[in-house]
């Protein structure tokens, strides 16, 4: 007779992955349920293979740094841009077999739909314009964004930021972001993620402000 373990008792230790196969979409909803949201571990569904991925510090301060990164990007540039974010929400969609959470998200052109969300649907809401993902190789994640159709995904790893934007429902790597075509993103935000192991996050925001300052006017 199998053995069965609450889903809370499995451990992931920092900078580790655990998949899980086989997961009916009934099983993926009373799994999350089981977690929570206080958690600080971040999933992936698709078509049945689950993934759990468990961040290190630098992950995190990587994560937070590009979103900060972007957001004064939204703030400077004189194009009426509004947003939203919803960080790490779960994204999911049955039809679609397929559930994420990324690092961060942002809502530019569907900014308006999603003040005050409380909760999420899929079949009615839409999904995030921009998706920020540190260490972002997995296929099951991949395929879960594919799925939902996540237009653009700002990727950071191995020290590198890379723009994935979807075409033809695959994800092809792009030198300009989709939602700031004429701004030089990864050129200037990498500049700056190189200097994240020396400088404090808050010398990196003003310094980065006035460098997109200088390149505005």
């Known amino acids: 007779m199998p053995v069965k373990i609450a889903i809370a008792q499995i451990q992931v230790a920092p900078n580790q992955r655990l998949i899980l196969e086989n997961i009916s979409w009934q099983e993926f909803e009373e799994i999350l349920d089981d ?43 004189d194009l009426d841009l509004e947003w939203e974010s919803l960080g790490s929400t779960t994204f ?29 649907d899929l079949t009615v809401d839409p999904v ?7 260490d972002f190789t997995s296929v099951t994640q991949v395929s ?26 695959q994800y092809v790597n792009a030198l300009t972001s989709k939602v700031f075509p004429d701004l030089p993103v990864l050129e200037g935000i990498s500049l700056f993620l190189e200097k994240s192991g020396e400088l404090p996050m808050s010398a990196l925001r003003r310094e980065f402000r006035q460098w997109l300052r200088d390149y505005l006017v």
């Open 144 to 169: 879960a964004y594919q799925a939902l159709g996540v237009s653009e995904i700002w990727c950071y790893k191995k020290g590198k930021l890379e723009i994935s934007v979807l075409e033809n429902g």
């Open 92 to 120: 999911k969609n049955q039809a679609m077999q397929a559930g994420i959470e990324p690092d961060d998200c942002f809502y530019i052109q569907n900014y308006q739909t999603m003040i005050g969300k409380q909760r999420l």
């Open 35 to 77: 977690l929570g949201e206080h958690r600080h571990s971040h999933i992936a569904y698709y078509r049945g293979v689950l993934e759990f991925r468990m961040p290190l510090p630098g992950h995190e301060r990587a994560k937070v740094l590009i979103g900060d990164l972007l957001k004064i990007i939204l703030d400077e540039l």
């Open 128 to 134: 995030p314009d921009l998706a920020i993902e540190v």
